[in-house]
């Protein structure tokens, strides 16, 4: 067996080195194999070489103080947990320290001792730390490796000290299994510490400047795998060749096509179809995200490019997110695409049956031309006569498994992903990084900018509703949006139906229409159409409207809680209205008092900016889900943090690209290899 294969190997067969009895409490950790076991880092350290002082604390950082308990207590709280509050001294400030449900501690902090804590700082009236690690000052070390310890996420079962013992042995008898895993030559140029050096390091630090190296070399390994992955298929595969097939570049039905529509593109929008035309003419498969902000014209791109591949003899298909979506790209485009004698249909889950085979067999038969639908496109029993192109709309709702089986059915790979998410320039590189990138940046003319206004009080929600009675007395609509809650948070924010509830004693001479995920499709598809129709002024939903629907003549929304919505689905919410030529109106409706929120409530005020409004949210957060990062790759990664290790993932990205072009496309080191092949292994 090699070595790769052993740090694999379960832990069950490491007998000697284990007791029994904690292999269980190592697995409910997620320990399982040895490499998970090398790989279970710290997630901090007390670190008796870098004892901060209370009085030159910051902000909210990750430290290790020395101080002394003044008090004790174990005050009552609102919400009945068990707390215990202590305040300590090192001579230059004091600070407050909250542990919860550990009442035992009462009677273990003694005041008059000193101690060691260990914890993240949170400001406010004065400095805290809540659940920090302690202890007494003048204890023992159990490990006497060196001054900074590891401290684990450990367990009841499984404490500090018994987890390090563990780590402590593997790493002495085992480091040796873990072979480098970065190409040597990338190692020398950049300065990288080596793996099996980086894992002593890690663990059991010698000193902070090698703990640092430690970490840079973790977060480097674990990117490399991802981006060498990314940047390998795109070597290998034909996408950035050219000549792969060719089209005759017809464009009649291109032209009537657009002859028809009420508007002619804007600059935006042409410079986009003239980029895929290029990839198109030179015979290079398509692999490109179209990014455009909400309302800024994305249907009639992709429309364009179904239309041009079908008179150049390939059929097309577009898959939305909803079935909703779907329809209403169906509806908009079937009359003006049966006058010009294109035949398209509409294929989503609903479907079954006569009628459904009928479609299947003229998709298969390539009497359809233009197919739109749901995921029920990636069905196994859809067959392509010439499928040519795909497009997929508002990708984020797709994963990387999804788009590669819609590939898959096709004679050319041709993959097109719309979004409308606005992902801060900064990032957009590393998340996409096998896709070209076109941007439309620039909205139709003529549109009004909506006016946003954050409503905190009773007043002011009931002089907007005298507001929005005005407004739907001289026609507009107006769609209410809850936030999708939990059972267990009933309390804290409104339902569908309470907010129904609200919105008809303000306004019961208004129809409300209701859409909520519980309604079957069909059923949401009714109720989205008569509210299309204008059968109702007023629609309240839950989320289910975000993406896509597209009613000119709603010129208001309402959305409650807003605080609880991230700036991402409030600016995709916000898209909903701003459609048409009336002046719309967007109020948020949020009593909270918290200063993020507040702060992200507020950016929705000031811009509609989309990229503008990403990159806020960039900046507001601490880490965590980014707009659009969830299929990437990168939003699981377990050691970079995708806000703060942007150099890093751009450095890598470039790495990646000049180690394969050097190479070939071939990475000359077993274990990076097996690496990538285990990360990739389903997509
Ligand atoms: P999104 O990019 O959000 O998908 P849509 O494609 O739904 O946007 O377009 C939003 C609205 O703008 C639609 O009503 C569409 O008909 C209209 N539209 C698209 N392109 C133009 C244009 N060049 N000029 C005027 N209106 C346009
Ligand atoms: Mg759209």
Request: some cysteine; glycine content about 6%.
């Amino acid at each position: 067996m090699n070595a790769y294969d052993i740090s694999y190997n379960s832990l069950e067969t490491f007998t000697k080195d284990l007791d029994p009895k904690n292999l269980k409490k190592l697995y409910d950790l997620g320990i399982k194999n040895l490499h998970d076991l090398f790989y279970y880092f710290p997630r901090a350290y007390d670190d008796r070489t870098n004892i901060m002082k209370i009085g030159d604390l910051r902000g909210e950082e990750y430290v290790v103080l020395k101080a002394t308990i003044l008090s004790v207590a174990s005050p009552p709280t609102k919400s009945g947990l068990k707390m215990v509050k202590a305040n300590a001294t090192d001579g230059s400030g004091i600070i407050d320290l909250v542990w919860f449900q550990m009442p035992y501690l009462r009677k273990t902090l003694k005041p008059g001792e000193e101690y060691i804590f260990i914890g993240q700082i949170k400001s406010g009236y004065r400095f805290q730390m809540v659940n920090p690690e302690f202890k007494l000052s003048s204890s023992q070390r159990k490990i006497s490796e060196g001054e900074i310890l590891p401290i684990y996420s450990s367990s009841k079962a499984l404490p500090q000290n018994s987890l390090r013992k563990i780590i402590h042995h593997f790493i002495k008898v085992y480091l040796h299994i873990f072979q480098e895993n970065i190409p040597e030559e990338i190692i020398r140029e950049y300065n990288i510490l080596e793996r099996r050096e980086a894992l002593k390091q890690i663990h059991f630090p010698t000193n902070n400047k090698l703990l640092e190296e430690a970490k840079r070399r973790f977060a480097i390994e674990e990117l490399l795998i991802l981006e060498m992955g990314i940047v390998q298929k795109r070597f290998q595969s034909e996408y950035i060749s050219s000549g792969n097939y060719h089209l005759d570049d017809n464009k009649a039905l291109v032209k009537k096509y657009l002859s028809t529509l009420p508007f002619s593109l804007t600059n935006a929008q042409k410079k986009v179809i003239t980029e895929i035309y290029k990839d198109l003419n030179q015979g290079k498969i398509v692999n490109r995200l179209v990014q455009g902000d909400v309302g800024s014209g994305k249907t009639v791109v992709s429309m364009v490019v179904l239309l041009y591949m079908l008179e150049n003899s390939y059929q097309g298909v577009l898959m939305a997110p909803t079935e909703i979506l779907a329809v209403q790209h169906y509806l908009s485009i079937k009359d003006k695409f049966e006058a010009l004698g294109v035949s398209v249909e509409l294929l989503t889950g609903s479907f079954t049956g006569k009628k459904k085979q009928q479609i299947l067999k003229n998709i298969a038969d390539g009497k359809t031309g233009i197919v739109i639908g749901t995921h029920a496109l990636i069905e196994e029993n859809v067959v392509f006569k010439k499928l040519g192109m795909i497009v997929i709309d508002e990708q984020h709702r797709f994963g990387v498994i999804q788009r590669k089986t819609l590939r898959d059915k096709g004679v050319l790979a041709n993959l097109i992903v719309m979004s409308a998410t606005p992902i801060p320039r900064s990032l957009a590189l590393s998340i996409y990084g096998d896709l070209d990138v076109s941007i439309i940046d620039e909205l139709p003319p003529g549109r009004k900018p909506i006016k946003t206004k954050w409503i905190s009080t009773d007043s002011d929600i009931k002089i907007m509703y005298d507001f929005i009675r005005k407004k739907l007395s001289q026609g507009r609509q107006a769609y209410f949006v809850a936030p999708l809650i939990e059972e267990s948070e009933k309390l804290s924010a409104k339902s569908v139906e309470e907010l129904q509830h609200e919105v008809s004693s303000y306004l019961p001479n208004f129809k409300i229409g209701v859409l909520h995920g519980k309604l079957k499709n069909n059923e949401k598809d009714e109720v989205m159409k008569q509210f299309k129709n204008h059968e109702f002024d007023i629609l309240v939903a839950t989320t289910v409207i975000e993406v896509g629907v597209d009613v000119p003549n709603s010129s208001i929304i309402v959305i409650s809680d807003a605080q609880r919505f991230g700036l991402s689905a409030l600016h995709q919410l916000r898209g909903r209205v701003g459609r048409g030529s009336y002046q719309s109106y967007c109020f948020l409706i949020s009593k909270t008092d918290n200063d993020t929120s507040k702060a992200r409530l507020q950016i929705m005020e000031e811009t509609e900016d989309g990229f503008k409004i990403a990159e806020e949210d960039l900046r507001l957060r601490k880490s965590g889900e980014i707009f659009g990062t969830k299929q990437s790759g990168l939003s699981d990664l377990k050691f970079v943090d995708i806000v703060h290790d942007i150099k890093t993932i751009k450095l890598v990205k470039e790495i990646s690209y000049r180690y394969l072009q050097r190479h070939k496309g071939q990475i000359d080191n077993v274990f990076l290899n097996k690496d990538i092949a285990e990360k990739f292994k389903e997509s």
